[in-house]
């Protein structure tokens, strides 16, 4: 691209401090640099879920890493020079970093902007049930614990890089990497005060996301600051470092968990406190506590149910909207307590999860309308394959157990906006290429290709034949993005509504040509035949040049919206999901009891994916997901002393590696949701949310003793071993 | 593009001659070449109208400039090296380059390979209309001449480039400025042999093309030959001289006409025999015969005709579809005729035109049918800003005079193939933003504007909230392409329909929003509001939003396919086109009678273009077109001895410059045809047309002369003026 500058971010190397000034007069008389912004000299206005963010900061910076100012330059050595020629004055202000402080009413206020707050307590969500104080007094067995999870990074290969570019028009086209182009560019327009009919947004091929490209981040503004600045096209390419300090993290979040059981192992009530730690800003990603919530009042059947939520601002990087979006958190809670609540009862925990499993028909405390359930053959499948009847409870002289775990996520769609919709366009021309136009986005999970399917399907055509096309707002129809595991379900919809219009248009022309109802008509292959007539046939390309080339002709074209049957809740009801995914794994370890050290030896895992579409894809999911959940079970961790990061590279960060993850077996359970394109399900989150719930049993299997926080390395259960760490029974009457 | 090689082509420096064999092996074993094809190692399959053209030639070479091998290497120089070590023997043959040579069947046959050739003779056309022997023997005056053009190039400024690239899956994209992107793909596929569905053509903005870059042509196979055995994209650039040699060019046609009329000055009849010069390979080219006959038979009223039509093949390079299309070289002759014919009744040629002037509800003999039509209008307008009655035959002393001409010619697409349709979608978007994704092309032309103009104005918004999208194969609906001036009034109508689609379905949101029946509400500016009650109003992006973020919301999407209600020729009779445009030219000039230079010193324009959608735009085409016309009439001309082309460089070519161009009065005639988009009639060729017919007449004017053949460069008029070359009147009775 001709003219392309290169842009880099000043960044604040304090977690809190008041700016007295920026002084930019010495960047900006750096030869080769062709703008400087910041706070003092542009156009912004607060974004992000609470409108608590600013691309570049003029009051306070509040975690290191926070953007000060900008530079586009010639060149990466120029623009970095100019970046050290920026003054900034700044009054260093007490900082908080742990959570649970925040909640106090006397820890230094990080939104004193924000005149509404409570504290430092971004948001606090409640949830009430039945009558869980009833609930608790029937209770035989009541386990009580508390369960934490750290800042963890989503760590996509690919750093995030945008390039925007001004026409001399003024129309702004910006290329980046996100998964909301339509939400991406709305936010673009409101924080700039750009029109937002001149923007187009392209998505280039992604290298890897898992959530952590969803939101529009500070950089994404500024880019487009430096490029409208400097009248110049500007690319912006985070490194590493960048990358793990200045977008969005899994936010950690602790539970204070109760459940009580009765005597059969029948659930009867959930208690749950729940503190997020979301950092400096709050995004989309403050919401994950709704999935929360949803694990807690809804994995299994659970009669009654006390939440209360809270979402904290804390001097740290912030959280985001990172795959499984607060289950494997949940789950990490839900599925221990679980298994304590069937040894304190003397059952297996697999009969105790069975005898609370949702099924279809159920509707959650919450309102969620669950269409179609294999949770319980899931768990059948991963009971018989792990040998799970003959081997629980009997490795723990090898240091070898066996843990299970369950989970219940969106996988129809998941209505957080006031659509959930998703538009497609099919077109066949003249030479029979039938062309997807999908608002979906391609992260590179696959769905091109299971929309492909999707359409080849519906109008019995080779998968080759189709084409899709679905990554820039010009061209595309509306989508609210990739999130909630919903491409599938949603864009699959959408295309197969419209390839079933090109499909009835065509065979309307195949009626009038091979002169025989439609009714009369079979398509194999793409060939439209009459039945019992094997002469009067045509293909595809013949048919659409027929209809085309004759007077008053036409091609094929169909557009469809799908926007799916659910609803927007309120005080946390209704059905958010057009359906719901479900899946257990069962891991089995074996535990160092000298280092701590733990060796994850086997996954077994089985998901309901309503319908396999594609079922390689549907594996690379689980797996994908699966090899994330582990290692969000062993070895990720942001560590984070006085709010820096202590090591913001790939290494020190403990992605898991090919050696510490073993085989996966996967299994698919197809249970043919109603409302599902060919009866399929979202699948791209449900393999990150039980391993670290299922290791944990391993953990507690093989050794006895429980752990409450992950990632489990080994000094932490070393930790738990020689302090004998064990399950809370609060009460045990059966 | 990483790993772009650069193409290359060798080309015959031979008029006609037999290959005996290519020998390629040296040029293959350089360093930096990967790729070299010719005709022995490649897939080709004839191509072109006739079928009689190869990529790569293998048996004969039919002109100096004919493909014979091409490489792709790492860069230029490579490249050229290699076409050097390529060593071809060739057979020498004679050769012919005169068209009426071509005719006799003793003259070297140029395509003995097919076998129904008579001769030399490509294509014969005859067609009659009435009793023309009645005619001529009623006839009080008979005029008679020959008229001539000469070859002469589209000389657009930017030359072809074409780029090739194959996805690993074997998908091909080629990036090329062609203006039928449907058709390119359809012949790319033929000819290699590749999978039409798998083919993508990308137009990115074109630099000019005037039908240069209608047709595909060898280069274009050649490169994607070339990327398909290298395995890697190559780009293939024309140089100038490459452009002159290698591309179409417009063909010389030389019409021996009759006509004949009453002594009012009421035409009885034409008389053609037309031969057109179309070079080694016939393409779409040669139908510009068909305009010329369209033009000897309809421009006026003409009760009687025949035409006899060959076109010929000749040892030089050929015939494409240059702007005007045969209609310039037609006018040229008949235009001349009506002024030697008011001459020699010894009446005013303007009142002999308007006379005979095509008139709204004629069908002409050919069939076609005039649906609205400003010709009198025209003539009237430039006869009275020429002050043509007062100066007129009047200015001769001063060795100035005043000529005219007039047209017909399609203005509302033209039926050469079996769809001249063109198909559109246009959505709205949460942001209000409006996107055209038409079928058609834009090369320059305006149409884009044009079109989001008619979709602007179906839809009541401002101009700046439509966006037009119409580059890719992929993603824009199945169009003809640009050719015979009809993007406007066929895309034009395609969108417009689309967009009233879109329209409705935002009336009928608003209608439920609004609460009120749908013909109640009025748009006004993108607002849509209640009649008498400006309370009730809503505009588009919120009328939007709000139907899009609801449950079962939608976004607004439409599509159209308009095809215009017109036949295709039988016997060339048919109404061809579903409006015709038309207008009329006067030119003043001054010539040196002692040099024959001439100077044109005035031309005034009057041009029925229906509706001027953008009056600017039809301005601009309008004065464009008669620079062109001047071009032709003045200077432009490829000088070819024995085939070869003398100097193929911008310079000698004699493209007019600013100098040449004296200022163009230009007056648009609006007649508001009833099947146009808002009443536009197509508008990218007529003002071509008339200006070498409006010059001859003008030194006919000027000096008595009379002009034969054009370029009407100084030492050919001297060159008549020293021969007293004058009209041949037949008869004259009057």
Redesign the interface.
């Known amino acids: 691209m001709s003219g392309l500058l290169v842009g880099a971010i000043l960044r604040s190397p304090h977690p809190h401090a008041r700016i007295r000034s920026i002084d930019i007069s010495a960047a900006e008389q750096l030869p080769g640099v062709h703008a400087v912004v910041h706070a003092g000299n542009v156009e912004q206005r607060p974004f992000g879920y609470n409108h608590d963010n600013l691309p570049l900061k003029g009051d306070k910076v509040r975690f290191i890493g926070d953007e000060l100012a900008a530079v586009a330059a010639i060149d990466e050595e120029t623009a970095r020079q100019a970046l050290e020629l920026i003054r900034v004055d700044y009054e260093l202000l007490p900082a908080v970093f742990d959570p649970f402080e925040a909640l106090d009413e006397s820890s230094p206020p990080i939104h004193d902007e924000l005149p509404d707050l409570e504290g430092n307590v971004a948001m606090r969500w409640d949830f009430d049930h039945g009558d869980v104080a009833a609930a608790e007094a029937e209770a035989a067995v009541i386990v009580e614990g508390t369960y934490s999870s750290p800042q963890a990074a989503p760590a996509a290969i690919e750093t995030h890089v945008v390039i925007a570019a001004f026409d001399p028009d003024g129309h702004l086209t910006v290329w980046s990497p996100v998964h909301m182009v ?1 939400m991406y ?2 936010e673009l ?1 409101d924080c700039l005060g750009l029109d ?5 947004i392209i998505q280039p091929p992604v290298g890897g996301s898992f959530g952590g490209k969803i939101d529009i981040d500070p950089h994404d503004f500024i880019t487009v600051m430096l490029a409208r600045k400097a009248r110049r096209p500007v690319r912006l390419v985070l490194s590493r470092e960048d990358e793990f300090i200045g977008t969005r993290t899994r936010q950690p979040i602790h539970f204070k968990l109760r459940t009580g059981a009765d005597a059969e192992g029948k659930l009867l009530f959930r208690d749950a406190e729940i503190v997020s730690d979301n950092g400096a800003y709050n995004g989309w990603g403050s919401h994950a506590m709704l999935v929360a919530m949803n694990t807690i009042t809804s994995m299994y059947r659970v009669p009654a149910s006390r939440v209360r939520c809270a979402v904290t601002y804390t001097n740290k990087n912030y959280g985001g909207s990172v795959r499984g979006f607060g289950n494997p958190q949940a789950t990490f809670a839900v599925e221990q307590q679980m298994e304590e609540l069937a040894d304190a009862l003397g059952m297996d925990p697999m009969d105790v999860r069975l005898r609370n499993a949702n099924q279809p028909a159920d509707v959650t405390p919450q309102g969620m309308e669950i269409t179609s359930c294999g949770l319980t053959e899931c768990l059948q499948i991963v009971r018989e394959q792990s040998g799970w009847d003959e081997r629980r409870g009997k490795l723990r002289e090898r240091h070898r157990g066996l843990g299970a775990a369950a989970y219940i996520h969106v996988g129809g769609g998941a209505r957080i ?3 959930d ?1 998703c ?1 497609a ?1 099919v ?1 066949v ?5 039938i ?1 997807l ?1 999908s608002g979906s986005s391609e992260l590179g999970q696959g769905s091109e290709t299971a929309l492909a399917m999707i359409v080849a399907e519906e109008m019995h055509v080779p998968l ?2 189709v ?1 899709v ?1 679905n990554s820039n ?3 595309k ?2 989508d609210v993005g990739v999130h909630a595991s919903r491409t599938t379900f949603v864009a699959g919809n959408a295309a197969r509504m419209a390839a079933a219009d090109a499909r009835d248009q065509l065979l309307e022309t195949a009626a009038e040509l091979l002169e025989a109802p439609v009714d009369r008509l079979r398509i194999v292959d793409g060939t439209v035949g009459v039945v019992d007539d094997p002469e009067r046939r045509m293909d595809y ?1 013949r048919l659409v ?1 027929r209809r ?8 094929v ?3 469809a ?1 799908y ?1 799916p ?4 809740q309120k005080e946390y009801r209704g059905n958010i999901s057009a359906a719901y995914g479900f899946g257990a794994h069962v891991a089995e370890v074996e535990v160092d009891p000298d280092t701590g050290m733990v060796r994850l030896l086997n996954l077994w895992t089985a998901h309901d994916v309503g319908r396999a579409i594609n079922p390689m894809l549907c594996e690379g999911q689980i797996e994908g997901g699966a090899a994330m959940g582990i290692g969000l079970a062993l070895s990720e961790e942001l560590v984070i002393f006085d709010g820096r990061i202590a090591a913001p590279n790939l290494h020190d960060y403990g992605l898991p590696t090919a050696l510490d993850v073993p085989r996966i077996v996967v299994n698919l359970v197809e249970t043919i949701d109603p409302r599902g394109p060919f009866g399929a399900k979202g699948i791209g989150e449900g393999g990150i949310i039980p391993p670290a719930a299922a290791i944990a049993n391993a953990i507690a299997d093989a050794t006895g003793i429980r752990p409450r926080e992950y990632p489990m390395r080994p000094w932490k259960v070393k930790g738990w071993i020689d302090t004998q760490e064990r399950s809370i029974v609060v009460r045990n009457d059966a």
């Open positions: 339509f560019r709305k327009a937002w009919q001149q923007i187009t906006y006031g659509s919709g538009g366009m077109k021309d003249d030479s029979g290429q062309t136009i080759e034949a084409h096309i707002t010009d061209v129809p509306w390309a040049r085309l080339l004759r007077e008053q002709g036409s091609v074209m169909a557009t919206f926007d049957p659910t609803e927007m």
